[in-house]
């Protein structure tokens, strides 16, 4: 089993940058490849970016691509996604879940999620 819990959510002005942590506690965070998803009003859940293991291979939607970094510290069992240049559509509640593989299409355990607001 494996809890995360993510923090860093909040509202921000279009242009601006925020950065989301997710803690994860119980099994080796290391053994899990790790994933940000997002969900907006109305829309279905997508995968905004996923990372290995190891930190080494990464994952992006083309939606953020170039904007959005994922990374990770195994030594604080943390997940991060920097977010820059915002838009009002990255609106949405952000999860972030681990896997098997970051490349996964099933994702095993979920966070509860933190609202990103952007105002335009």
């Known amino acids: 089993q494996v809890q995360l819990v993510e923090s860093g959510g909040g509202l921000v002005q279009a242009g601006g940058s925020l950065r989301l942590s997710c803690v994860a506690t119980?099994?080796?965070?290391?053994?899990?490849?790790m994933g940000w998803f997002r969900q907006a009003p109305g829309k279905e859940r997508y995968r905004v970016a996923s990372?290995?293991?190891?930190?080494?291979?990464?994952l992006y939607a083309d939606s953020v691509k170039g904007r959005f970094t994922i990374s990770r510290d195994n030594a604080k069992n943390t997940v991060y996604l920097q977010m820059n240049s915002l838009r009002p559509e990255d609106t949405a509640v952000y999860y972030c879940?681990?896997?098997?593989?970051?490349?996964?299409?099933?994702?095993?355990?979920w966070g509860q999620g933190t609202q990103v607001t952007v105002s335009s």
């Open positions: 990372i290995s293991r190891s930190g080494v291979s990464t």
């Open positions: 119980g099994r080796t965070f290391s053994s899990y490849a």
């Open positions: 879940a681990a896997a098997s593989q970051y490349y996964s299409a099933s994702w095993n355990y």
